[in-house]
Nanobody
Framework: QVQLMESGGGLVQPGGSLRLSCTAS????????MGWYRQAPGKERELAAR???????DYGNSVKGRFTISRDNAKNSVYLQMNSLKPEDTAVYYC???????????WGQGIQVTVSS
């Protein structure tokens, strides 16, 4: 099972940007789907974005047009560029790896993102 480590979280003002990184313990070239999920206090974990091995992305409705996911198989990494951040984007963000859009096999430990003035 692949180990995933997130980085790049923190505190940002509304309207600002952050870039999250997720580095895997081994090659991700054979991992079908890499993704980012998030969980706000008192809420269920939800999809932020995911990306197939082909590079085809999929986004949650609340982040479409503001977030961009990318993967670099050579660096065993996946990234989430978050722009125009809103207070409601505040959550713990989790990196994921899976066999398909819906079969997640590994989770990172999560990283806090706080959007506040």
């Amino acid at each position: 099972q692949v180990q995933l480590m997130e980085s790049g979280g923190g505190l940002v003002q509304p309207g600002g940007s952050l870039r999250l990184s997720c580095t895997a313990s081994r090659s991700i070239a054979d991992i079908s789907v890499m993704g980012w999920y998030r969980q706000a206090p008192g809420k269920e974990r939800e999809l932020a974005a995911r990306i197939a091995r082909s590079g085809n992305p999929d986004y949650g409705n609340s982040v479409k047009g503001r977030f961009t996911i990318s993967r670099d198989n050579a660096k065993n990494s996946v990234y989430l560029q978050m722009n125009s951040l809103k207070p409601e984007d505040t959550a713990v963000y989790y990196c994921s790896a899976g066999k398909s859009w819906y079969e997640i096999e590994s989770w990172g430990q999560g990283i806090q993102v706080t959007v506040s003035s």
